[in-house]
């Protein structure tokens, strides 16, 4: 897709359609398949009374018939605007048309127009008012709006929100050099959105061309009548070209710093209303959490204490239990009990080796075959010294556990997939990492401590350790969460087809991962995700963070015994 503007001289229709029709070219030679241009850009806009003389709209409509025919070569379909007589009137109109052939012309006092390309998903409406639903998955948008100060921001949140409401792709192409400036200025600021994301604009008073690839797969059609809409099929030839939109490695996390710390502070605003609310209503009185000097619990205690000052609640409400067992070491101990003391909150150490030892005897496991039933006995026993505790204090105990590790449950059933409020629930394993990072910019008696902690390896530390070093590292098992994270962003929020995931991903993470590994950890991803559904279907109560989430109440819903094999095959045959 493209959004273009013309360099015109108003009213001079000859002038304009050599302009418009070199767009055209630059279109094809680019591989753009759909090109949008401004209203009424072959006349110019702002013209005032001169729209009612014929020799404007015979030379407007004589133009429009020389573009179609001059471009009748090139594989683009194009939208133009013109002025045209009609029943006694004058519209504002916007012709269709592609390779010689005009298709429609759309006015808002016109019957609706869809333009639908056969054998393929492709749909598009020429909108004349974004505000109702529309059936058509590409919603170009011709306009002569004038730039006037915060103008620019305004069309971002209309576009960004018109397009993620409808999960629709919406091309904006606007006047600019060469109209009229008698009263008005216009910026040619032009812009593709798509489910809500920008995907590319040409910045007010620049060159005015924006170029995207829209993906299909990832729109749906409004709930909308289609028999009110006139559909004209059409017929295009498919285009195949590297992709020029930028892929984020990281599509959780604003790419800005001045964003991303707003992100932060948000989340944990989020987190800790959440939490105050739950607290409020259960007249608990007190916090109980798990402290291991890791990612999770570092943000449940930083979510704990943000509710702790917002219920203007003291800090040693929050009791912070930390509980040593076969693979702890002393740095993420120490760091555990640094934390606490930096916040002020209550750390209490209950080392249960001795407990869990005794329990694995009592059921004829050695301690020798270190296997699933000797590291989910520790992780069971942690959550059962916390419940106890919450029910000896009237507290609550607030769960750890992330969106990254639910979406692979790795987390052991009712061990610390288990709590009475998630309020990690909606945040994934990469956002995390920044959240703490924000936390240690922002705090300087905790700087030190936090740093350590994002320094640390991600680690279960179930396993006996040597020497003080992590002897278990979890994107070691599972692989590494920022692939994970892509992952979970484009199968839940759009609903991709796995071989294009694998070919965004290669995109992204060029020259960091190999084709390979992708594919290794993406068949890993769609494995655990479809298997483990179980544990997400009792999962805590948790605050919604952002737009996915895997709460079987308000979030992701599949059963538990859903199969993998189709996302599978495709892989396989990759």
């Known amino acids: 897709m493209a959004a273009a503007t013309p360099k015109i001289k108003v009213a001079d229709c000859k002038y304009n359609s050599l302009e418009i029709l070199g767009l055209i070219k630059k279109a094809s030679q680019q591989d753009v398949r759909i090109l949008c241009l401004p209203e009424l850009c072959i006349t110019g806009s702002a013209l005032g009374d001169l729209f009612y003389q014929d020799i404007l709209l015979d030379g407007a409509m004589d133009s429009l018939l020389y573009i179609i025919k001059e471009s009748a070569a090139l594989n683009v379909l194009v939208a133009v605007g013109l002025p045209i007589s009609h029943a006694g009137n004058v519209h504002s109109a916007t012709a269709v048309f592609l390779r010689g052939k005009l298709l429609g012309l759309a006015a808002k006092t016109l019957p609706a127009l869809m333009f639908k390309c056969e054998g393929t998903r492709l749909s598009l409406a020429v909108e004349t008012d974004i505000s109702a639903p529309s059936p058509a998955l590409i919603r170009l948008i011709p306009a002569a709006h004038e730039e006037v100060a915060g103008s620019g921001d305004k069309r971002r949140r209309m576009l960004s929100a018109l397009s993620e409401r409808a999960r629709c792709a919406c091309v904006y192409a606007n006047a600019g050099y060469g109209e009229s400036t008698t009263d008005m200025v216009f910026s040619g600021h032009n812009l593709i959105y798509e489910g809500g994301e920008l995907l590319c604009e040409s910045l007010p008073f620049a060159e005015g061309w924006a170029m995207a690839e829209i993906d299909l797969g990832s729109l749906s059609a409004e709930p909308a009548r289609t028999e009110a809409y006139n559909v004209i099929p059409f017929t295009m030839e498919a285009n195949c070209r590297s992709l020029s939109r930028h892929i984020s490695p990281a599509p959780f996390i604003p790419q800005d710093e001045q964003s991303r710390n707003a992100r932060c502070e948000e989340i944990l605003n989020i987190q800790g209303a959440a939490l105050a609310k739950r607290m409020a209503h259960t007249n608990c009185e007190a916090l109980v959490l798990g402290i291991s000097g890791g990612l999770d619990s570092t943000l449940a205690l930083l979510a704990s204490v943000r509710a702790c000052e917002m219920l203007k609640k003291p800090l040693t ?54 296997d699933t039933v000797y590291e989910n006995a520790q992780a069971r026993m942690r959550i059962m010294g916390l419940m106890n505790i919450a029910n000896q204090v009237n507290g609550l105990v607030v769960g750890s556990g992330d969106l990254s590790e639910l979406a692979l449950g790795f987390s052991t059933y ?50 006996p350790h040597k020497a003080g070093e992590i002897s278990q590292r979890t994107e070691d098992i599972v692989g590494p969460y920022e ?9 839940i929020k759009y609903g991709r087809k796995p071989k294009l995931i694998f070919k965004l991903a290669c995109l992204a993470f060029a020259g960091k991962y190999s084709e390979a590994e992708i594919l290794k950890w993406l068949k890993l991803f769609y494995s655990r995700f479809f298997s483990q559904q179980f544990k997400r279907n009792c999962l805590p109560e948790g605050p919604k963070i952002g737009s996915i989430n895997l709460s079987p109440r308000g979030g992701y819903k599949m059963p538990g015994d859903a199969e993998a094999s189709l996302w599978l095959e495709e892989l396989e045959w990759l």
């Open 414 to 463: 009712n061990g610390d997939h288990m709590s009475m409020y998630g309020v990690n629930a909606g945040v994934p394993k990469t956002l995390i990492r920044h959240i703490i990072k924000y936390a240690a910019n922002t705090n300087p008696n905790l700087t030190e401590v936090l740093e350590d902690i994002l320094a640390t390896p991600v680690s279960p530390e179930l396993l």
């Open 483 to 491: 692939l994970h994270d892509f992952y979970l962003y484009h199968v």
């Open 317 to 370: 409400y929050i009791t912070a239990i930390t509980q040593p067992c076969f693979g702890t070491t002393e740095r993420t101990k120490g760091n555990a009990h640094s934390l606490c003391r930096a916040l002020g909150v209550v750390c209490k150490e209950i080392d249960i080796s001795e407990s869990v030892a005794k329990h694995l005897d009592d059921i004829g496991h050695s301690l020798e075959k270190k």
